[in-house]
């Protein structure tokens, strides 16, 4: 299982303000993020949780916190720490590879083992078989705190780099570009997606 981080962030590192982003909208980068996290679980904090209700990313959602223990929402399941979120994320990219077509019955509220053992939808099984669950991603979205925690244990950072720096309340966390590469790059108008990986004299 790869833990990857996925941020927009500005020059000076700054990621929001007041909630939102700083930076006039970059429609490119939203559909880029949206179109990459589809289909994988996603790890991310209860505030980010909450102002992405009614459009939550990826397939399935592990929210971070220690002040709830479940959330109304059936895609949705509750970690109390690091270590509880990446347990689950793997049962979920286990449960998803090895369990084919299979379907839950609908309606009720559902435990973390009943999410876990969903099935992935068929159009995300490769035709040849199963993927390499060491191979499946799973999403760090934020917030600010959760990005910071989750820091030490990413194999790769997926990053929107927008030009300018700007005002902000919530920043990225700073990184030794020394123990990182840049694998892939792409311009886009306004910022720069840059895919980092964490190099392996560095683990």
């Not at 020059?11 to 007041?18: A, K, L, P, S």
């Not at 390499?132 to 990053?159: H, K, S």
């Not at 780099?161 to 966390?173: I, M, Q």
Request: charged share 25%; net charge negative.
């Amino acid at each position: 299982m790869q833990l990857v981080s996925v941020a927009a962030l500005a020059e000076n590192r700054v990621i929001g303000n007041d909630g939102g982003v700083p930076w006039p909208d970059l429609p490119e980068d939203v559909r880029q993020y949206r179109a990459r996290v589809a289909g994988s679980p996603v790890v991310l904090g209860r505030r980010t949780f909450e102002s992405m209700r009614g459009n939550l990313p990826g397939r399935r959602q592990i929210v971070v916190s220690r002040s709830v223990d479940a959330v109304d929402e059936p895609t949705a399941v509750v970690a109390d720490g690091v270590d509880a979120a990446i347990e689950l994320a793997r049962e979920l990219v286990g449960e998803s590879v090895s369990a084919g077509s299979a379907d839950l019955g609908a309606g009720g509220s559902r435990s973390a083992a009943d999410v876990a053992g969903e099935a992935s939808p068929p159009d995300t099984a490769p035709a040849d078989g199963a993927p390499d669950i060491a191979d499946a991603a799973v999403y760090v979205l934020g917030g600010g705190m959760i990005y910071e925690l989750f820091q030490p244990r990413v194999d790769r950072m997926v990053l929107s780099h927008v030009d300018g720096a700007y005002e902000g309340d919530t920043r990225f966390p700073a990184w030794d570009e020394s123990a990182w590469r840049v694998a892939d790059e792409t311009d886009y108008e306004g910022f720069t997606l840059r895919e980092w990986v964490r190099r392996a004299d560095a683990a």
